[in-house]
């Protein structure tokens, strides 16, 4: 549907590969959709390394299993 609405969506297979595509071009994501069990790289492990590269990025994060989700952050 993204990609519809003309978005350029890459999909990677691992927490630790999104966060290597963020630092490759950090000012080129709209947003980082993650999920909080990932492999390599939890999504709560992920955002950290993201927003410290680029502080108040935007981040989805998504799960199947509500306990692991992390408390909201701004």
Do not use: K, N, T
């Not at 990609?3 to 950090?26: I, K, N, Q, T, W």
Request: glycine residues 8%; without cysteine; charged residues 30%.
């Amino acid at each position: 549907m993204l990609s519809r609405l003309g978005y350029d969506v890459v999909a990677h297979g691992d927490g630790r590969a999104v966060v290597d595509a963020f630092r490759e071009a950090p000012q080129r994501w709209d947003l980082v959709i993650l999920d909080a069990r990932m492999p390599v790289m939890s999504g709560e492990e992920a955002f950290d390394a993201i927003a410290a590269v680029r502080e108040g990025v935007r981040v989805l994060m998504s799960s199947g299993h509500r306990r692991d989700l992390p408390r909201a952050r701004r």
